[in-house]
Each structure stands twice: as structure tokens, then as C-alpha cells.
């Protein structure tokens, strides 16, 4: 098996998984490519190689290693020209003139820095921290059948023993936000809750990953972190299909100015894909050291100059896929937290009257909403 070009494949472990199996017979798989960056697939198998974590073999030719193996000379054969060396010396400076600021990858085997993906691995995992949890929450298709008050019940308990110890030690003094990416069965809902401390940075409290999870049960949930975040300040989901359900509620229970339902259109992604990577490439905002969310960021491609979540499908290590999720919820909480935004009590309008008690150590923080 011959796999060409394969650092221009859009799932290269697949494809890898499938010409594997030829191995069983003793047959041989052939992976040949020049490089598409250094954040990429190709690349990080031959890194693996050369660490001695992968059994394979490694050919590495250059441009210069062709013309010295007889490159130029074969062309010459082929086309009834005399070889000399000065001509062979002005072809190869033609065709590094003709790759341009290409040359260093498609002729001497170097990746490029920047790989087409958005978001380098270097500046998201500059910014990864291993002490931020990953809540992960996924149910059985049949869920969605059971009985109301079940499912009720069942996220409660679930928001009593895991959610709750989470949110009750974030600092109570910083202002806290969140960004939803909603999904409901192939793709994963994700929400990335962070906190903005005085120098302006902003650090994920948690990273909450839901799966098969029902529409009225995703509100349950967005709805308690809503309401039980400390100085809540904003939150924005993706509102594309069925998430505009989340964001629909959510601005009907607390008004709109505390929280609002993004589009994601290529002009949303144009203005608020490039705030996002400002923070990770100034360090200005921590995420949790995981690979499935590294990954996440990986599938964002520059698209006729826009930063957008490409067609590709990534997989976890159980073998569920997943679509940029985590990415798309860390830049939506990242716009959600430049702005302004109102304080949030749990059951305020935004509008209206509502009774609080005053001696309540928050409720500074809750009048402003009334």
C-alpha cells in the first residue's frame, strides 16, 4: 500500500489503521509526503520515529539529495539536453525561485511553523495547565424516553456530587462567564467556564463535556451554572440549529444582556477566531492539559483568509468523535467575557421586581440586576 501526499489527508490515523491490516500478511505500507506544516499528523509520526515510539522506518530525501543521487542529470537524459554543471546550478536556483517562501517545505523537508492550522500546538499548549478539571457527562441513547421527573432527578444528583464541589471552589471574588458549543448526538456539547482575575487574564475554572444529552437537561445544567457562578457576568452559546434552544431560554430567564446566542458565521468568526488567539499567543488565558481538547483546536483552518472549523472529524481515546468542540466553546467564553455584561440572581429577570435578602454576603453583587 502506497500512501501519497499523506500529510494532505484529512484523517491520516484512519487511513493508516486501514492499510495496516496488510501487515498481517506480511505485506509492506509506503507513507510518502512532502510536509504541510509542523503541527500536523505526518509530522508528529515522523517525531515519533525518530523518539523510537513508532517501529517504522524513516527515508528522509531532499531536493539536494535528488540532484546529487543524479536528479538533473535523468532529466537531461530524458529530454536530449547536454548536463553541465552550471546548468544544473541555475535550474535548482529556478526552481527554489519557483517554490518561494514554499521551498523550505516542498524541497528540503522542513515543516513550516504555521501549518494551516489557526492555532499552533505550541501557543494552545503554552496555556494548558494540569490542575483544571474535565467534567464529563454522557448517557445511554434510552435517556431521552425516560420519564420527566427521572431525568430530572438524575441530573441533580449528578449536579450534587459533581458539578457543585467544582463550582464551589472557584475564587468568589473574580467575575465568571462561560461559553456553550451545544450538541445533541453525533458532536459533543462543551462548556468552557472561565474567570477573569485583575491583570485582565482569564483562567478555565472548568470544562464541562456532554454527550447524548437531551435538550430540556442541557438547560437543567447551563441553567444551575448560570445561576450559581460567582459575579456572573455573561455567557454565549452557539446558536446554530438546535443550540438555539439553550440560547433562546437562557436571554427569556435572564435577560438579554446576560447572555446572548452567536451565530458562528464566517463575519463572527473573522472578528472574535483572532481576539481568541491574542490570548493564547500572549499566555493570557489557561486551559486544561488534555489532548482531546488540544485536538479541538487543531481542526481550525485558515479558509480564504478566515479562521474556520474545517470538515474534520477527530476521536477520542474511546472512539467518539469530535468536532472542534472544546475550541469553539473556549472562543465563544472568550467573547462572552469582553463584555460588559450585569449581574445574575438566580430567578431574576432582568427586569422587574424582585425581593433579596440583604444580608446575604453576595447580594452587592445581585442588586445591580434589578
Known amino acids: 500500500v502506497i500512501i501519497d501526499e499523506a500529510a494532505f489527508h484529512d484523517d491520516l490515523k484512519e487511513v493508516l489503521k486501514a492499510a495496516f ?18 503541527d500536523n499528523p505526518f509530522n508528529d509520526l515522523i517525531k515519533d520515529i ?73 501557543i494552545v499548549e503554552q496555556c494548558m495547565q494540569p490542575d483544571i478539571p474535565v467534567l464529563e457527562l454522557a448517557v445511554k441513547p434510552e435517556f431521552t424516553a425516560a420519564p420527566s421527573a427521572e431525568r430530572v432527578d438524575f441530573i441533580n444528583d449528578w449536579i450534587k456530587d459533581n458539578l457543585q464541589p467544582v463550582i464551589e471552589k472557584m475564587n468568589p471574588n473574580l467575575a465568571s462567564g462561560f461559553g456553550y458549543d451545544f450538541g445533541r448526538s453525533g458532536d459533543l456539547s462543551v462548556c468552557a467556564v472561565l474567570q477573569e482575575d485583575a491583570g485582565l487574564n482569564l483562567k478555565t475554572a472548568f470544562v464541562l ?56 458565521t464566517t463575519q463572527w468568526y473573522s472578528q472574535n477566531m483572532p481576539r481568541a488567539k491574542a490570548y493564547f499567543e500572549e499566555k493570557r488565558v489557561s486551559l486544561p492539559r488534555n489532548a482531546n481538547i488540544l485536538n479541538d483546536f487543531k481542526v481550525v483552518k485558515l479558509v480564504k483568509g478566515v479562521p474556520t472549523v474545517a470538515e474534520i472529524r477527530t476521536k477520542d481515546e474511546h472512539g467518539n468523535k469530535r468536532h ?47
Open 21 to 38: 491490516a496488510l501487515l498481517i500478511w506480511g505485506g509492506q505500507v509506503l507513507i510518502i509526503s512532502t510536509h504541510n506544516g509542523e
Open 50 to 122: 525518530r523518539a523510537g515510539k513508532s517501529p517504522y522506518k524513516l527515508l528522509r530525501c531532499t531536493f539536494d539529495d535528488a540532484l546529487r543521487q543524479g536528479l538533473y542529470k535523468r532529466i537531461c537524459q530524458k529530454q536530449g539536453k547536454e548536463w553541465s554543471q552550471a546548468a544544473e546550478d541555475q535550474w535548482k536556483a529556478d526552481i527554489y525561485k519557483f517554490y518561494g517562501d514554499s521551498a523550505a517545505e516542498e524541497l528540503d523537508c522542513i515543516p513550516a511553523n504555521g501549518s494551516g492550522n489557526y492555532f499552533s500546538r505550541l
Open 209 to 264: 463535556e456532554i454527550r447524548n444529552m437531551p435538550h430540556e437537561q442541557q438547560w437543567q445544567i447551563a441553567d444551575y451554572i448560570t445561576a450559581h457562578l460567582p459575579l456572573f457576568r455573561f455567557s454565549a452559546y452557539d446558536a446554530r440549529g438546535n443550540g438555539s434552544y439553550l440560547a433562546e431560554v437562557a436571554c427569556q430567564k435572564y435577560g438579554a444582556a446576560a447572555g446572548e446566542g452567536g451565530l458562528l
Open 324 to 370: 472542534g468542540d472544546s475550541c469553539i466553546a473556549f472562543v465563544l467564553g472568550i467573547y462572552a467575557m469582553s463584555k460588559e455584561g450585569v449581574p445574575v440572581y438566580e430567578g431574576c429577570m432582568g427586569t422587574g421586581d424582585l425581593e433579596l435578602d440583604e444580608s446575604r454576603e453576595d447580594f452587592r453583587s445581585w442588586k445591580g440586576c434589578l
